[in-house]
């Protein structure tokens, strides 16, 4: 079986350190892919170490909504730069978080909008995060739409999926579904269009159940067996069509 994690940080300070370790670790469980996502500019060029240092990891840079600064258009100026510069790379982690805690909600939404015209500017791929803030993301997607936009970590309502499925978003999950409590997430697997569905470790966070943190890339297998079960379908059955999706998503040559 192949696997392909769709979205983990391993520029991490939790795994960094052991990086090749991790990478040995993630190949023995058939963990052939991995993306990573940087989040902030101060991130940004461990990402780009990352892939350099394995052919198996591909970078994505972007500003995160916890990370977006009322000063962020100076950030964004580099993170255009970079990624003229490295024509390999997808565009985030961007999104919204609408947390309580979070209050930068106008820059949060101007600084998203610019990581979706410029992912349909340079033909990218964009992974999102979207807490508590799925109308006003979808809004957001009607007026800036981009090729190709992964909802990471879905945590949106089955009914949402049609709607952000005619925005061109793929849906992806990770450790969350392995928890029979997690309900809302379980159903939204099996509601998935088959073709838009991709997994995820989202590591350092969120491991599966019964997994040690820090999370890792190796732990990928215990969310295939879960969205196997889910689907009704068998293991090797969900590997192909996932890593066939994620090829499509990141429009790779493999």
């Known amino acids: ?76 100026r580099a993170l255009e730069n970079l990624l003229q510069k490295h024509p390999e790379a997808g565009i985030g982690e961007t999104g919204l978080d609408f947390q309580a805690r979070f209050i930068n909600r106008a820059e949060q939404e101007a600084c998203f909008a610019a990581h979706l015209d410029l992912a349909c500017e340079l033909n990218r791929p964009v992974t999102v995060h979207c807490v508590r803030a799925w109308g006003r993301l979808s809004e957001i997607l ?32 990770g450790g969350s579904v392995t928890n029979p409590r997690a309900k809302r997430a379980r159903g939204s697997v099996a509601a998935v269009p088959p073709e838009r569905l991709l997994i995820e470790t989202d590591a350092p966070d969120f491991p599966p159940a019964d997994c040690s943190s820090p999370n890792e890339p190796a732990n990928l297998i215990y969310i295939l067996r879960t969205v196997a079960e889910l689907r009704s379908i068998s293991i090797e059955e969900a590997s192909d069509v996932l890593f066939r999706n994620s090829i499509n998503y990141f429009a790779l040559n493999c």
Not at 44 to 52: A, G, L, T, Y
Not at 158 to 166: F, K, N
């Open 1 to 76: 079986m192949k696997l392909f994690d769709a979205h983990c940080h391993l520029q991490d300070d939790a795994l960094f350190p052991d990086f090749e370790k991790i990478m040995q670790r993630a190949v023995a469980a058939g963990v052939e892919r991995a993306v990573c996502c940087g989040t902030a500019p101060r991130d940004w060029e461990k990402v780009f170490q990352c892939s350099e240092k394995s052919d198996g990891v591909l970078p994505m840079v972007g500003i995160h909504p916890w990370f977006v600064a009322k000063d962020w258009k100076r950030s964004f």
């Open 142 to 173: 009607h007026e800036h739409p981009a090729p190709r936009i992964q909802l990471h970590a879905f945590g949106g309502a089955a009914e949402l999926i049609p709607e952000l499925g005619g925005l061109n978003c793929w849906f992806s999950f």
